[in-house]
């Protein structure tokens, strides 16, 4: 009688088995089903999912964002229908960043339309304000409130309901919810949902806590003697040290990885400037190994040199990974016809990306520019969209094993100035792959391919103008 042949694994599982090996090195991992991720298409959808789970909500809210919308009043009215239709043990939190949310004063702006939740539910609603420790003194008194975000922000994107949480790059404001092209992620776990909680609420005890004041535009912004560190605007050395030694555990690792139990895992990935980032170490993981193919997208094109160099080597012997790399056009520069140096950063964008096709010479590599119409014109629209797709070696080539996202645009300024959280979502369900793909497929479709002599005309080089106005900004301190 034949002797069985032992059952090898295939090449393709034991890859995802080594990367999933390594990942459990670098972060934590939730194991969750493909079935409970929701992947949204556009603005559009996202803001009636939002509303909606709002509207669902029976315990908690939580809203990690950069800023809400001074005239979003639609959503604080959502908002506040879910506190009148709920008891006291509901509770909404909202965290924003103290720059961007107070950027309007003293005319209306986001904290005085979040202050005014507050001030009608006092017992349950919770406003905080991030205030970065790069901005104090001298330096925060002299440079422009227009581009002070410059010098580090709340960036995080966490919308949670209950038992689920949208991961994405998009704030909560108008363009973000008509024409402004991101990305979303809905999961549906009390395991991540409790998690990204966590540190949301961890944030919000170093925060600004924001108080309704008599006048309806105004508010106060004060420091409880009960946050978790001290004030950054007067310690900003100890408001560092306190505020890592309260984060750090949250992004350790498992001493005893066990192997994955489902078919799909979660790494949450977080980056607190200058002590904590388990984003960046993931990226270069995931592109330092054998794989088919990337797609990377940053509406923002000014990636971290680390990240520059990760796309590059990828598509370099001996893997040679052809990679497509999609950013906005001019066009789509939410900056486009700004006033003042924000005014010159579609064309910094623009310089750095022919810097980076100058290094990507001989390799397969295409950058892509996205566009639907012109910003500011009827039907023009903004892109905002930020992420990695990676594909693994498959004989089936459904689609892509892993894909990042999050708030974090991939900059130095992302790793060195700004709070951001992500996650990485690695699978071997063929239905979730192919899901990423069709979502992989759609923002590169309104992008046309761009080579060096596209970028070097009158038209979009970068004047010297605009870079004296880069090495400032980087000279005091700041990042693009």
């Known amino acids: 009688m034949a002797s069985k042949l032992p059952i090898q694994a295939s090449p393709h599982a034991s890859q995802l088995a080594t990367l999933t090996t390594d990942l459990d090195r670098l972060a934590p991992r939730i194991d969750i089903n493909a079935d409970q991720i929701q992947i949204l298409d556009g603005p559009k959808d996202f803001y009636e999912t939002l509303k909606n789970k709002i509207r669902g909500a029976k315990r908690r809210i939580y809203l990690s964002t950069l800023?809400?919308?001074?005239?979003?009043?639609?959503?604080?009215?959502?908002?506040?229908?879910?506190?009148?239709?709920?008891?006291p043990e509901f509770q909404v939190s909202v965290l924003t960043d103290a720059l961007r949310g107070t950027r309007e004063v003293p005319d209306p702006s986001c904290a005085s339309l979040l202050?005014?939740?507050?001030?009608?539910?006092?017992?349950?609603?919770?406003?905080?304000?991030?205030?970065?420790?790069?901005?104090?003194?001298?330096?925060?008194?002299?440079?422009?409130?227009?581009?002070?975000?410059?010098?580090?922000?709340?960036?995080?994107?966490?919308?949670?309901?209950?038992?689920?949480?949208?991961?994405?790059?998009?704030?909560?404001?108008?363009?973000?919810f008509t024409n402004r092209q991101d990305r979303y992620h809905v999961f549906s776990s009390k395991r991540v949902t409790d998690y990204f909680a966590r540190i949301h609420h961890s944030i919000c005890s170093v925060s600004f806590l924001v108080k309704p004041a008599n006048d309806p535009v105004a508010f106060t912004l004060e420091w409880p003697s009960s946050n978790q560190?001290?004030?950054?605007?007067?310690?900003p050395e100890q408001y560092i040290e306190a505020t890592t030694s309260l984060l750090h555990p949250l992004v350790q690792p498992s001493s005893s990885p066990y192997p994955p139990?489902?078919?799909?895992?979660?790494?949450?990935?977080?980056?607190?400037?200058?002590?904590?980032?388990?984003?960046?170490?993931?990226?270069?993981?995931?592109?330092?190994?054998?794989?088919t193919s990337y797609t990377f997208t940053a509406g923002y094109f000014n990636p971290h040199p680390a990240i520059s160099t990760s796309l590059l080597s990828a598509s370099s012997p001996p893997t040679s990974a052809p990679g497509t790399i999609v950013t906005a056009s001019p066009s789509a520069n939410g900056f486009l016809g700004s006033k003042g140096i924000s005014g010159m950063l579609p064309a910094a964008y623009t310089h750095l990306s022919l810097l980076f096709l100058r290094a990507a010479r001989g390799k397969p590599i295409q950058l892509r520019e996205?566009?639907?119409?012109?910003?500011?014109?009827?039907?023009?629209?903004?892109?905002?969209?930020?992420?990695?797709?990676?594909?693994?070696?498959d004989e089936k080539n459904v689609g892509p094993n892993a894909t990042l996202i999050g708030s974090s645009n991939y900059t130095a300024r992302s790793y060195g100035l700004d709070l951001e959280v992500g996650a990485l979502v690695v699978a071997r369900d063929e239905e979730l792959m192919g899901r990423w793909r069709r979502e992989e497929e759609m923002l590169v479709g309104p992008s046309r391919r761009v080579g060096e002599e596209d970028l070097v005309g009158k038209e979009r080089r970068a004047d010297w103008k605009t870079r004296v106005a880069m090495w400032i900004v980087r000279a005091v301190g700041g990042a693009l």
Not at 274 to 284: A, D, K, Q, V, Y
């Open 115 to 176: 202050a005014s939740l507050a001030a009608e539910y006092p017992n349950r609603v919770e406003i905080r304000m991030y205030h970065t420790p790069n901005l104090t003194g001298l330096r925060k008194a002299l440079i422009p409130k227009r581009i002070n975000e410059g010098w580090g922000l709340q960036h995080i994107k966490l919308y949670g309901f209950d038992n689920e949480v949208i991961l994405s790059g998009a704030n909560l404001s108008n363009d973000y």
């Open 370 to 393: 996205w566009q639907r119409g012109v910003v500011g014109r009827p039907n023009g629209w903004t892109y905002h969209a930020k992420g990695l797709w990676v594909t693994l070696p």
């Open 67 to 87: 800023y809400v919308g001074k005239t979003e009043k639609e959503l604080i009215s959502t908002i506040r229908d879910a506190l009148a239709h709920n008891g």
């Open 261 to 291: 139990t489902t078919s799909t895992s979660l790494y949450p990935l977080l980056s607190h400037s200058p002590t904590i980032n388990t984003e960046l170490s993931i990226f270069t993981t995931l592109l330092s190994r054998p794989i």
């Open 229 to 235: 560190a001290p004030n950054p605007l007067h310690a």
